[in-house]
């Protein structure tokens, strides 16, 4: 009898099957459109499947394929840019990516902070039980995963993009076999951003609710024609209360920050670099879609969150900064403070939002972060060099391995002063261009407030960068430091490494000085496809 039914039931089945396939109609795909994704994604599998197959390659041949991956994807995305100059932005995937602008820019700071973190790790790991191909492809996934996020045009896309980010990420934080600091490190990124997951889809799922889609642009739609301000939409509140608090998390906006410095410190110091920078930018890229771009009618109710997660992050990053005796700490709450700078433009568009003239908010977002995300990268590549001198083998990276750096290598010390200035907002660096850029972002919608603190936080954070500065220029080296710089046992600089950093304190003087190119390029970012 049971034979009989489920026959009965195959046999309904089976024309209903036939139909349904003769009906369906998948996305057109435009390949050449996803050509960095898919240039990341083979240069991922190609050093896993090569390396599997093939004895340990030469020195440095590992991260030059990893660099000259990012580097073309990089590439094609700027090829992308002039597309969308040229015809406009569009979606692709059936509406599931966004091509415009805002996705290529971001791509592009992506792709460039890959580069820079695989040149730096090519020391780091050489000699170690990691060196191989596996921490370099997980760089290439994280990097795919970003830029899944800067591309979403749809929350589940988002959803999946930001899962394959955080997991190469938990991966890359206990990948240093040697250190318990890295296991812990791993482990606490991994629960509390299993957490954070939770609440983001927890959140999707109330939007789809309130919406009946998942789509951007159709949420934007659906909205639009049912917005009653007289009676707000719970539903649809309550998810975005749970996206603001998963997007905290993954931006270390306070008080969503408690696993930043115990992470940043545990980390392989590559591994920070590439959360500090390539995390941040496809976490901001994310708050900047689900905000700013899909939820631009519900802005009245999100910005006064925005408001106080810039204070909190501003406040707390800068002050608990200055009393950290490691520099990596150091660095992990200037991070939080950097946050509350970005959430300040984040404020400033939402005044904006959904508007014809959409001002500088998002412009202003997308510049701090390429430009931060160089200059991160080249502190963090300071703080590897001076971690690998003898008796820092394991990665100590305290205030004191910091004294008379610039005795014992001036052309380091110079370079990294260089950064901690334009840390600190100093002009005719990078980081005045990008802080500036937000305070008058605020400035412009009247969120007078708000920029006032940031510049008072700008003041007391500079204190930190201080701090390392007189460790290195006024006091007196360790002993035997000298003596084990002269005799090559001390702070060795690879070429690799010299190169990246290098090239960070070029970028951060040369966009200091000569801004503008760069400012026009992000100022046509509030083109977004729909």
């Not at 660099?67 to 040229?86: F, N, R, S, Y």
């Not at 990124?189 to 959140?203: C, I, K, N, W």
């Amino acid at each position: 009898m049971i034979a009989e039914l489920v026959s009965q039931i195959s046999t309904h089945e089976a024309p209903a099957q036939a139909l349904l396939a003769q009906t369906f109609v998948g996305p057109e795909v435009n390949w050449f459109a996803l050509s960095p994704m898919l240039t990341l994604l083979a240069g991922a599998l190609g050093m896993m499947l090569v390396g599997a197959l093939t004895p340990t390659w030469s020195k440095g041949l590992y991260a030059l394929v990893a660099a000259v991956t990012a580097g073309t994807a990089g590439a094609l995305a700027m090829v992308q840019w002039d597309d969308i100059t040229d015809n406009g932005p569009t979606t692709l995937v059936g509406g599931a990516i966004a091509f415009d602008t805002l996705a290529m820019f971001l791509t592009i700071t992506i792709c460039i902070g890959v580069l820079l973190v695989s040149m730096l790790t090519d020391s780091f790991l050489r000699g170690t039980p990691n060196e191989g191909p596996e921490i370099y492809a997980l760089y290439l996934v994280a990097a795919i995963g970003g830029i899944v996020m800067v591309s979403a045009n749809d929350l589940i896309v988002l959803f999946l993009g930001l899962e394959t980010l955080s997991l190469a990420l938990y991966v890359l934080a206990a990948s240093n076999r040697r250190s318990l600091a890295s296991a812990e490190s791993g482990i606490k990124y991994f629960v509390l951003g299993g957490f954070a997951s939770a609440f983001f889809l927890y959140g999707i799922a109330l939007l789809y609710g309130a919406a009946g889609t998942t789509n951007i642009t159709e949420m934007v739609a659906t909205f639009q024609s049912g917005v009653d301000l007289d009676n707000p939409n719970a539903l649809a509140l309550a998810g975005l209360a749970l996206l603001i608090v998963g997007l905290g998390f993954k931006v270390a906006a306070a008080p969503f920050h408690v696993w930043t410095p115990d992470v940043y410190q545990g980390a392989p110091s590559p591994v920070t670099a590439l959360m500090a920078s390539v995390g941040k930018a496809a976490a901001f890229a994310a708050m900047l879609r689900v905000l700013v771009t899909a939820l631009p009618f519900f802005r009245d109710d999100w910005r006064p969150v925005i408001w106080v997660l810039a204070l909190l992050s501003l406040l707390v990053g800068s002050f608990l900064a200055v009393v950290q005796t490691d520099v990596k700490r150091m660095l992990a709450y200037s991070s939080v403070t950097h946050a509350g700078f970005l959430l300040v433009g984040v404020e400033a568009a939402g005044h904006t939002a959904g508007e014809l003239d959409p001002g500088d908010g998002m412009p202003s977002v997308a510049l701090y972060l390429m430009l931060y995300s160089v200059l991160v990268i080249g502190m963090i590549g300071v703080v590897t060099v001076v971690s690998r001198a003898a008796g820092n083998r394991d990665g100590d990276s305290s205030l004191d391995s910091f004294k008379g750096l610039a005795k014992r290598r001036p052309a380091l010390a110079l370079g990294f002063t260089v950064l901690l200035l334009a840390g600190a907002g100093v002009p005719v660096t990078s980081g005045f261009i990008a802080k500036f850029g937000v305070i008058q972002a605020a400035v412009e919608v009247e969120s007078y407030a708000l920029a006032i603190i940031a510049m008072v936080a700008a003041v007391v954070a500079a204190f930190m960068y201080l701090r390392i500065m007189v460790n290195m220029w006024l006091s007196p080296p360790e002993d035997g430091a000298v003596e084990a710089d002269a005799a090559g046992t001390g702070i060795s600089i690879d070429l690799s490494s010299g190169l990246a950093i290098a090239a960070a304190v070029a970028f951060t003087l040369f966009v200091g000085v000569f801004p503008s190119w760069l400012i026009d390029a992000a100022e046509t970012v509030n083109v977004i496809a729909r």
